[in-house]
């Protein structure tokens, strides 16, 4: 898989065609990333492809405002996450109903239910319960947690597509383990590491 | 350093991103800090689990539709656009001809025309007021030249 992050400017596209036709490469070519990430960040698969659709769409409409030495994904990358981040605030003030939801636990609690298990491959208890505990997490943690182990990304192309440096990678990636780690310990036993290594290896959605 | 800065080393050496003498430093720092040794062991564990999870591939009639679907909402907005367009510029064209109907017409009274008159100049005082809001919050949004 090509990196996110290479030299792919809106100059390198529009010097090979109509912009519609350039703008299919573009959308081919990113699709799957855009999905996984998506799915990553809001939980569920109509939700992520909604979102991805129309964080598509949303570039297509305002790629002008993309100056023409921008980089196109790091970009798209704003336009996507803004959409996810947008639409968890609907569904948690949806499910809480008032005013009071902008508490932070609470909004973080009601976070879980968007979090559909079905969507991960070879289910077992301990990913159902790691992959509900990642819906619990922070936007921006589980952002990082989601681009490093969902994605593969390096420090350099997370720090890239987040216009941060990788110091605040490293930091944020370690305080969004160390609470995944916390939550799993809160809610039941010790996860049953012992069966990672029947799930290890298998196709991951998302990067190869 | 403080344990608390070897933290950003833990992850780094966790994911395979330190260089050989960074490696060097934090492995040193590992066998003479039983806390930091166990902490990253209780990382590596999580990691494991972590990287164990796979998402479901949607089928490929997804991602046939994908492209097409995108390009839909594309066409159907081109589509309001020039409708709204067109609907505006109706909408004043036949707003002028009643305009003009209705100060032509000697049988309406002069109250009526004066209040058509306000009405009218009431709704462009509106507009002016709604377009030059939004472009004044367009010129002044902080964030409008913000990560492109």
Known sequence: ?208 | MTCQDYKDLMMAYLDNELDDEQKQTFEQHLAACPKCAKELKEFEKLKQLTDSVTLVEPEDRIWQQYWSNIYNRIERNLGWILFSVAAILLIIYGGFKLIEEIIKDQTIGALLKVALLVLIVGLAILFVSVLRERVYFWKKDRYIDVRR
Request: charged share 30%.
């Open chain 1, 1 to 208: 898989m090509d990196s996110f992050c290479e030299d792919e400017t809106i100059d390198m596209y529009l010097c090979q065609g109509s912009s519609k036709d350039v703008f299919e490469a573009f959308v081919k070519r990113h699709m799957k990333d855009a999905y996984f990430i998506a799915l990553g960040l809001v939980g569920n698969h109509e939700d992520a492809l909604e979102i991805s659709q129309e964080a598509f769409f949303r570039a297509y409409r305002n790629i002008k405002q993309l100056s023409s030495e921008g980089k196109f994904f790091p970009w798209f990358y704003q336009i996507l996450r803004n959409l996810c981040f947008s639409r968890l605030r609907k569904i948690r003030v949806r499910q809480t109903g008032s005013l009071d939801a902008y508490e932070e636990d609470k909004i973080q609690a009601d976070a879980r239910d968007s979090f559909d298990p079905e969507v991960i491959a070879e289910r077992n208890e301990s990913k159902t319960r790691l992959w509900k505990a990642i819906g619990k997490l922070g936007d921006k943690h589980r952002e990082v947690i989601i681009l490093r182990h969902f994605q593969n990304l390096s420090y350099d192309e997370i720090s890239k597509i987040l216009f941060c440096s990788q110091g605040t990678v490293t930091s944020r990636l370690y305080y969004a383990r160390k609470r995944l780690k916390e939550i799993l310990e809160c809610e039941g036993p010790r996860p049953d590491f012992g069966e990672l290594s029947r799930g290890a290896g298998t196709q991951k959605g998302g990067r190869q």
